[in-house]
Nanobody, 122 residues
Framework: QVQLVESGGGLAQPGGSLRLSCAASGFTFSNYAMSWARQAPGKGLEWVSGIYSDASDIYYVDSVKGRFTISRDNANNTVYLRMNSLKPEDTALYYC???????????????WGQGTQVTVSS
């Protein structure tokens, strides 16, 4: 049974940093690309970043480029999202998401975590 457990969310000031973690289990983690997505209050779901199974390619939505960094540790079945220079508009529930393949051309997903709340406010 696939499990994705996010942690590391919380309250940060504008300009601050947080690091999200996602501990994965129930599947061969190193065989699948992973992503982070978010949903802000009253808004739809937004894909934030993706990383191939071997980290050979990485993608970001334009609004977080240069501020967020996705990485993964295949030995420990964990994917991370380092968030720097946080802005109030980054406030959202952040989800860890498992892709259906290792090097997707079209990103399709089959498992989601419960989410971790990130609030950016002074």
């Amino acid at each position: 049974q696939v499990q994705l457990v996010e942690s590391g969310g919380g309250l940060a000031q504008p300009g601050g940093s947080l690091r999200l973690s996602c501990a994965a289990s129930g599947f061969t983690f190193s065989n699948y690309a992973m992503s982070w997505a978010r949903q802000a209050p009253g808004k739809g779901l937004e894909w934030v970043s993706g990383i191939y199974s071997d980290a050979s390619d990485i993608y970001y939505v334009d609004s977080v480029k240069g501020r967020f960094t996705i990485s993964r540790d295949n030995a420990n079945n964990t994917v991370y999202l380092r968030m720097n220079s946080l802005k109030p508009e980054d406030t959202a529930l952040y989800y860890c998401v498992k892709a259906q393949s290792s090097h997707p051309i079209v990103w399709e997903y089959d498992s989601w975590g419960q989410g971790t709340q990130v609030t950016v406010s002074s």
